[in-house]
């Protein structure tokens, strides 16, 4: 069965800490984006790379950054965690061409920042 | 520009009747539509999409979508719900092949009672 895995489902930080998410797929899908998941706001773009070591910018990516030092990986950056960074955080794929805007995705990565 | 609402945030029905979950969008070019279900603490799952080929689209777990260009809608349907069925439901829609311009609903949560 293919998969999109975030290594950590429940992570709770401090103000200022630096947080890493992680993400592999093994679908060998070109495609991979971050969303943040707000209650009553959907799901918001942070960041999505086309590439390896190529990123673009979505529409919220203040705050965060971003790493793809190989296909399968794509790795969300929190330089200095706030509180109003507390979210869930969904890792997706896609392939290119005509399935590109259909997204597999993780089981999500719930961030806690005290 | 493109945008999608979900007309109702919370949805209560018994088991065995009929699922309508409502979503109405905004498009300057011809739009594709889909709907994703995520279950509690789950990622998003793609129910079904539609790409400019049949007006109706069946999708798993038996749901069954419409899209109605003259009302700009793309509701979703069921004829029994289960109680499986219990989770929160995301209308999509995309004007471009590329995934960066899906633009994401607030999301419908369906609760299904006996």
């Known amino acids: 069965d293919v998969k999109v895995t975030q290594s950590s489902r429940y992570l709770v930080k401090r103000t200022g800490e630096k947080v890493f998410l992680e993400c592999v797929q093994d679908?060998?899908?070109?495609?991979m984006f971050w969303y943040r998941q707000d209650p009553g706001l959907g799901l918001r773009l942070i960041y999505f790379s086309y590439d390896v070591k190529m990123k673009e910018k979505g529409d919220i990516p203040e705050g965060y950054s971003v790493s793809r030092e190989k296909k399968e990986r794509f790795s969300l950056i929190l330089e200095s965690a706030s509180t109003n960074q507390t979210s869930m955080y969904l890792c997706?794929?896609?392939?290119?061409?005509?399935?590109?805007?259909?997204?597999?995705f993780g089981a999500g990565s719930r961030l806690t920042v005290l | 520009a493109q945008s999608v609402t979900q007309l109702d945030s919370h949805v209560s029905v018994s088991e065995g009747t009929p699922v309508l979950l409502r979503c109405n969008y905004s498009?300057?070019?011809?739009?594709?539509l889909f709907w994703y279900v995520q279950h509690p603490n789950k990622g998003l799952q793609l129910l079904l999409k539609y790409t400019s080929a049949a007006t109706l689209v069946k999708g798993i777990n038996g749901f069954e979508a419409e899209f109605k260009k003259s009302e700009t809608s793309f509701h979703l349907t069921k004829p029994s719900a289960h109680m499986s069925d219990a989770a929160e439901y995301f209308c999509v829609v995309s004007t471009t092949g590329t995934a960066s311009k899906l633009t994401f609903g607030t999301g419908t949560r369906l609760q299904v009672t006996l």
């Open positions: 997706a794929s896609s392939q290119t061409g005509s399935g590109a805007n259909v997204l597999t």
């Open positions: 498009s300057s070019y011809s739009p594709s």
């Open positions: 679908m060998d899908h070109e495609n």
